[in-house]
């Protein structure tokens, strides 16, 4: 029976960490520099469908990034330095 316990308690430790290792599906977001941190990121409050209608330059991006920042967002500089240039890359506004 102690064994039992043992094996149940092993498995309710693994589980937060099997699911912090698995990545959230980018699916229309092309490969990049930037996309990764993106992911890592903003896809923790985020669905992917939040970037995709809006076309924004890189600098605006990067002051919605800020805002994010002021709501709590843990995020270095560079890290959003990354996102915004990727984010106006891929969603910048349409020529």
Not at 5 to 34: H, M, N, S, Y
Not at 48 to 75: C, F, H, I, K, T
Request: with cysteine.
């Amino acid at each position: 029976m102690l064994k039992l316990w043992a094996a149940i308690l092993a498995a309710l430790i693994a589980l937060p960490a099997a699911a912090q290792q698995k990545k959230p599906a980018a699916v229309g977001f092309p490969d990049g520099p930037g996309k990764d941190v993106l992911v890592s990121k903003c896809f923790q409050c985020h669905s992917p469908n939040m970037w995709m209608d809006q076309r924004q330059d890189r600098r605006a991006w990067e002051s919605a990034l800020y805002r994010m920042v002021g709501r709590g967002a843990l995020w270095t500089q560079d890290e959003i330095r990354q996102m915004a240039d990727y984010l106006g890359e891929v969603y910048g506004r349409k020529q």
